[in-house]
């Protein structure tokens, strides 16, 4: 899957059932794990902690890039600075594999 800025150049985000990667950033089920590497964070959470994914933007932050959390009972249990390209189909990746688990 591709996604177009307004000025229609390609940005490459590829979505599959078991991975999401942009740029040079990949996060991916493995094992019964969410883990991700790249520059945006390296984690790896157990799926089954993870209850839903809420990202929001600081504009008391010099630069506004969107904080992706992924939250389990309660608790922050990951953060990822994401950009505003990606960051609604990260999410909405994310929260299709929790929907399945």
């Not at 950033?25 to 959470?45: A, C, D, F, P």
């Not at 630069?63 to 389990?72: H, W, Y």
Request: aromatic letters at 6%; charged letters at 25%; glycine letters at 4%.
């Amino acid at each position: 899957m591709t996604i177009f800025t307004d000025e229609e150049q390609a940005l490459e985000c590829v979505v599959t059932d078991a991975e999401c990667s942009w740029k040079k950033n990949v996060i991916k089920i493995e094992n019964g794990y969410l883990v991700s590497r790249g520059l945006v964070t390296n984690v790896r959470i157990p799926l089954h902690h993870v209850d839903t994914v809420v990202y929001s933007m600081n504009p008391k932050k010099p630069a506004l890039v969107p904080g992706l959390k992924i939250i389990g009972k309660g608790v922050i249990l990951a953060e990822m600075d994401i950009s505003a390209e990606y960051i609604e189909m990260v999410q909405d990746w994310l929260l299709q594999v929790v929907e399945k688990k």
